[in-house]
């Protein structure tokens, strides 16, 4: 060891040499902590999408057809498959009825959470062949009234 190197090691305080050896972990921990949740979702979520162009593109040079993959993630506290994948190839196309449907609960979830205690939603089609008006309505009671069979087609069954 040269001389200029061990009178520096005997000017430092052996306090000072322990402390900087074990001050990098903390260090290195410190620029972990820095991301956020919501910084840390969104970078997962990114390499989760990256990750699936992979996945999709070795899917399809063993399928006849390439599939569009979703992801569905649900946090882990209130889920009992927090992450799970869906063929939107393989997706059914929602009917008009279905549609409708899901637009009305929509509505109906928009009014309950504008504070709204309960929530009667109404669709009612006007001037159908001969003078007849349709309607569908989801009562307050979460129960679809749906007598005169609006928005269903012959042979539809929703």
Same mark, same amino acid.
């Given at each position: ?5 061990? =009178? ?11 402390? #900087?050896?074990?001050? /990098?972990?903390?260090?290195?921990? #410190? @620029? ?11 970078? =997962?979520?990114?390499? =989760?999408?990256? $990750?699936?162009?992979?996945? *999709? &593109?070795?899917?399809?040079?063993? &399928? ?7 992801? %569905?993630?649900?946090?882990?506290? %209130?889920?009992?498959?927090? @992450? ?5 190839? #393989? ?12 637009? *009305? ?5 928009? $009014?309950? !959470?504008?504070?709204?205690? /309960?929530?009667?939603?109404? $669709?009612?089609?006007? %001037?159908?062949? !001969? ?17 005169? !069979?609006?928005?269903? %087609?012959? !042979?539809? @069954? $929703?």
């Amino acid at each position: 060891m040269s001389i200029s190197r061990r =009178l520096f090691l005997r000017s430092v305080p052996p306090a000072m040499a322990v402390s #900087a050896v074990v001050a /990098t972990p903390f260090v290195a921990e #410190a @620029v972990e902590q820095k991301e956020s949740p919501v910084e840390r979702v969104n970078r =997962l979520a990114e390499e =989760l999408s990256h $990750a699936m162009d992979d996945w *999709m &593109a070795d899917l399809s040079t063993r &399928a006849s057809k390439p599939a569009l993959w979703q992801a %569905h993630v649900f946090p882990a506290s %209130h889920h009992n498959l927090p @992450v799970m994948f869906e063929n939107m190839n #393989a997706r059914r196309p929602k009917t008009p009825h279905e549609q409708a449907i899901w637009h *009305m609960r929509e509505l109906e979830r928009l $009014a309950l !959470g504008d504070g709204a205690e /309960t929530a009667v939603i109404f $669709a009612c089609g006007l %001037h159908y062949k !001969g003078g007849e008006t349709r309607s569908l309505q989801i009562h307050h009671t979460k129960q679809l009234i749906d007598r005169d !069979g609006m928005f269903r %087609h012959a !042979g539809v @069954v $929703a």
